[in-house]
């Protein structure tokens, strides 16, 4: 073998092991399978379950046959390391038309907006649940404010409504860990 090849060869076989990871959509199918035996263990009606899950899983366009489904949903917790989500945290959002809208976290410290059409303007249904007159164009700008501190995200969701996607524990290389505003407990 030449010189040539023992130099290509490893670039090569390392540019093929960062095409082999899993996209968003792939994981977010594999954890569908895996957290969603049946309709009604996924889509129970209250706003306040599975913190943390990815929720567009069930309540995404490929799911919710006959259930809400959201454009884009996540919880929010106040800490880093906390275990129970925030209440009342204040989620901030600006689409790439430059639309404006937020939503409060409920108690579980979830939160979800979906589309209505039929709206003049957003729609505040309580307990963490917003409906819009629109379909956010992504990217999406976003904060989050609680405890009187306000965190900007630091880049713009290019496509992933559920925000727990991304957000998943632990933080790592492929992860950013859970969405938290205050760093220390």
Known sequence: ????????????????????????????????????????????????????????????????????????AGTVYLRKGDLAGVEAARVALRDAAGREFDVLTNRTGNFMISVAPGLDQPRDRGRGQLDIPFTPSYP??????????KVEM??????????NACHAPPESPSSPGRIYVLETP
């Open 1 to 72: 073998m030449s010189a040539r090849w023992l130099v290509i060869l490893p670039v090569l076989a390392l540019a093929l092991t960062g095409c082999l990871g899993e996209s968003p959509e792939e994981r977010a199918r594999r954890e569908q399978d895996r957290l969603c035996a049946s309709e009604r263990e996924c889509d129970d009606g209250d706003p306040e379950h599975r913190p943390g899950q990815f929720c567009l899983l069930c309540h995404g366009p490929d799911y919710a046959a006959e259930g809400v489904r959201f454009a884009l």
């Open 140 to 149: 999406l700008e976003v904060s989050v404010t609680a405890s009187s501190r």
């Open 154 to 163: 630091r880049s713009r969701i290019q496509r992933e409504g559920s925000c």
